[in-house]
Structure formats: structure tokens, C-alpha cells
Antibody
Framework: QLQLQESGPGLVKPSETLSLTCTVSGGSISSSSYYWGWIRQPPGKGLEWIGSIYYSGSTYYNPSLKSRVTISVDTSKNQFSLKLSSVTAADTAVYYC???????????WGQGTLVTVSS | QSVLTQPPSASGTPGQRVTISCSGSSSNIGSNTVNWYQQLPGTAPKLLIYSNNQRPSGVPDRFSGSKSGTSASLAISGLQSEDEADYYCAAWDDSLNVFFGTGTKVTVL
């Protein structure tokens, strides 16, 4: 069974870049059966898909965030990462990483990590 | 903003049946499958239904999903106190973007 764990700073200053890493265990990030995704949830609000990546490096981003998002994969470390540039208070959220079976449902989720954007 | 619309709330007494709707369009629900997630307070979402009506292993058969045209529904039969949670639908669109529904809070009275 896959396990995913987010890591990264819990506090980021406005205009800076938010960087998070998701470490995958219990399976290979190079599996052809999975995409790997990032989803966020502002406090008290709903879920928002940020983007997904295939082990080959193919990426799919939310059009509303595309200009600020970069998702990458490191197969040697079994990790994938999120970078979100020029952050504002509106980017304050719990950020989740998840596996996406056959480009379908998000079937395994990390526990989430709260990132606060504040000076 | 989400393109999948759900009612903000739903409620029922223990044992009742509750239904949650998810309304989309021809470019998302109309041409792709729908998944449902349950989010208990303070926890990560959990996959509840995939491919419109399939339950992952371990999900009780009290939960069922359906799809018709550009809308989908989640039904909870025999409502239990532990079903009190937020529920989200989700679907791909034709450009391979993923959209989550606006979310429905289910309260057990």
C-alpha cells in the first residue's frame, strides 16, 4: 500500500516561492500505473487541484495556477515536488500530495501540511 | 472557482438515506467518470467512489454512486453518525484538468 508524506516550510513570506516535497513509500514513483498530484485546501474551504505529473515528467496544471506552478519528479529519491511562485495570503492552505491511479481518482493521500503565507 | 456544483449541506437522522448531487457540463462529467471523496473533520480526503459507481476495498456498501448525463449523485443509505463529514465529487475535463466539486457537509441529526 502506498504511503505519501509531505514536507517543507510551514511559513512562507509574500512574493516568495513555496516549495514542498512528497516522499512516496510502499511503491515506485516510476510505476506506469500512477500519476502524482498536488491538491490544496484553504482553511474552511474546499479542495483545489494544483497539478499532476507522470514519472516521465509530463505535467498537467490547473489553468488558474499554471503561470506560477512547477511540479517535478525525482525518481532516484522516489519523490515529487511542488513549487508555487509569487505567493500571497490567498495561497495559505493545507497542501496534500496524492497518487492518481491510471490518471483517474486520487486513491492514496498524504496527511497534508499547512503552509501559511505571512510576513 | 469550481465548475462542479454541489449543495452546501445535507442532513438526515440515523438510518435515513441521504443523496448528494454534483452538477457539471458536457466537457467534464458528461465525458469522463466521476469520483467521490469523504473528508472527516481534521483529516485528509479519502476515496469513497471511483469510476461513477465503484467502491474501493473497505468502503461499506451503504455508499453508492451514479451518473446520468452531466450530473452525478452519491447516496448514503442507513446513515450513521460516523458518516458526518464533507463530501466532494471530482472529475477530469477534456483538457486533462481535474475539478473538485464545491463540497457538501453532511450532518447526522
Amino acid at each position: 500500500q502506498l504511503q505519501l508524506q509531505e514536507s517543507g516550510p510551514g511559513l512562507v513570506k509574500p512574493s516568495e516561492t513555496l516549495s514542498l516535497t512528497c516522499t512516496v513509500s510502499g511503491g515506485s514513483i516510476s510505476s506506469s500505473s500512477y500519476y502524482w498530484g498536488w491538491i490544496r485546501q484553504p482553511p474552511g474551504k474546499g479542495l483545489e487541484w494544483i497539478g499532476s505529473i507522470y514519472y516521465s515528467g509530463s505535467t498537467y496544471y490547473n489553468p488558474s495556477l499554471k503561470s506560477r506552478v512547477t511540479i517535478s519528479v525525482d525518481t532516484s529519491k522516489n519523490q515529487f515536488s511542488l513549487k508555487l511562485s509569487s505567493v500571497t495570503a490567498a495561497d495559505t492552505a493545507v497542501y496534500y500530495c496524492a497518487s492518481q491511479a491510471a490518471a483517474g481518482p486520487f486513491d492514496y493521500w498524504g496527511q497534508g501540511t499547512l503552509v501559511t503565507v505571512s510576513s | 472557482q469550481s465548475v462542479l456544483t454541489q449543495p452546501p449541506s445535507a442532513s438526515g437522522t440515523p438510518g435515513q438515506r441521504v443523496t448528494i448531487s454534483c452538477s457539471g457540463s458536457s466537457s467534464n462529467i458528461g465525458s469522463n467518470t466521476v469520483n467521490w471523496y469523504q473528508q472527516l473533520p481534521g483529516t485528509a480526503p479519502k476515496l469513497l467512489i471511483y469510476s461513477n459507481n465503484q467502491r474501493p476495498s473497505g468502503v461499506p456498501d451503504r455508499f453508492s454512486g451514479s451518473k446520468s448525463g452531466t450530473s452525478a449523485s452519491l447516496a448514503i443509505s442507513g446513515l450513521q453518525s460516523e458518516d458526518e463529514a464533507d463530501y466532494y465529487c471530482a472529475a477530469w475535463d477534456d483538457s486533462l484538468n481535474v475539478f473538485f466539486g464545491t463540497g457538501t457537509k453532511v450532518t447526522v441529526l
